[in-house]
């Protein structure tokens, strides 16, 4: 199992997915309000807040995910090894929505001020 959190590919995809998503931060919670785009509102702030723990966990769900598939891959039917690497790349599925998630919240706070404006 430490082999999963040790291996090279499963670090740099980690690494990689967090800089993402501390770039996407950055965009929807500095940046937008910044350009007056968002309102910066007590609901913000809780977004904000939200986006913290989803998007630690969606690195380390990713950075599992690749590890899981680069070590399972070594052992097995073909069977088996297409379903460990359809499990691996479930949890890299689920890892990316919250990688994603500061992007769905600035989109949502812009749209409705568009909308709001209307």
Known sequence: MTA???HKLARKDFLT?????MALEMISFVFLPALGLVEPNSNLQSWFYATFPLGITGALLIGFGSGFIA???RYGTRLVKALKTLLGEIIS?????GIAFPLL????????GIFKNL
Request: charged share 5%.
């Open 93 to 97: 599925l689920i890892g990316i929505v």
């Open 4 to 6: 999963l959190f040790t």
């Open 71 to 73: 070590v399972s891959n």
């Open 17 to 21: 997915s967090l800089g993402i998503w």
């Open 105 to 112: 919240v600035g989109c949502m706070e812009l749209f409705a």
